[in-house]
T-cell receptor, first 109, second 115 residues
Framework: GIQVEQSPPDLILQEGANSTLRCNFS?????LQWFHQNPWGQLINLFY???GTKQNGRLSATTVATERYSLLYISSSQTTDSGVYFC???????????FGTGTRLKVLA | EAQVTQNPRYLITVTGKKLTVTCSQN?????MSWYRQDPGLGLRQIYY???????DKGDVPEGYKVSRKEKRNFPLILESPSPNQTSLYFC??????????????FGDGTRLSIL
């Protein structure tokens, strides 16, 4: 089955810094989402981005489907950005979702 | 407000005592799914449902049952819970089942502890 790898596994930033999180997948996908899991455990939907580029405030994401990766950019990070970031993919013809193991981000004040 | 609602949010129980975690969505979504999240293992899919009376196994279905008698509800049943089912559980829904290029919407999670 499809493999989903995220990097880096852990990231510590000073407030105000920028960061790039990466999601690599081993097969073609037609569904890719980025989530932020906050300290209370809630999964917050950031982007639905099977291809192309999207932006939402300080966050943006790019998926290059032909090269099988997606990037999540966080600019001017804030302490409230701390948590775990997951990507999740699904492939055409299947109804299963596969999550990456996540990137744990800590933003220091 | 469009949402996926799980209950209970927290539960501590004992081995072997049957329990049900309910999941309800108000978006008329066809597709619903259950996941468990464990440290170091990320989120793994337990079961999913394409529509009423249509369910299938995900990657970790052992020890769980589901039913989909109504479109809005997708309960997760643990007939005889064991400590290795202690986990954080999420329910999710998506608009169309067959055409999977739609985002999933997640509930707030249910933290189960089986003693």
């Amino acid at each position: 089955g499809i493999q989903v790898e995220q990097s880096p596994p852990d990231l510590i930033l000073q407030e105000g810094a920028n960061s790039t999180l990466r999601c690599n997948f081993s097969d073609s996908v037609n569904n890719l989402q980025w989530f932020h899991q906050n300290p209370w455990g809630q999964l917050i939907n950031l982007f639905y981005i099977p291809s192309g580029t999207k932006q939402n405030g300080r966050l943006s994401a790019t998926t290059v489907a032909t090269e099988r990766y997606s990037l999540l950019y966080i600019s001017s990070s804030q302490t409230t950005d701390s948590g775990v970031y997951f990507c999740a993919v699904s492939t055409s013809g299947t109804y299963k979702y596969i999550f990456g193991t996540g990137t744990r981000l800590k933003v220091l004040a | 407000e469009a949402q996926v609602t799980q209950n209970p949010r927290y539960l501590i129980t004992v081995t072997g005592k049957k329990l049900t975690v309910t999941c309800s969505q108000n978006m008329n979504h066809e597709y619903m799914s259950w996941y468990r999240q464990d440290p170091g293992l990320g989120l793994r899919q337990i079961y999913y449902s394409m529509n009423v009376e249509v369910t299938d196994k995900g990657d970790v279905p052992e020890g769980y049952k589901v039913s989909r008698k109504e479109k809005r509800n997708f309960p997760l049943i643990l007939e005889s819970p064991s400590p290795n089912q202690t986990s954080l559980y999420f329910c999710a829904s998506r608009d169309r089942a067959v055409y999977s290029n739609q985002p999933q919407h997640f509930g707030d999670g249910t933290r189960l502890s089986i003693l």
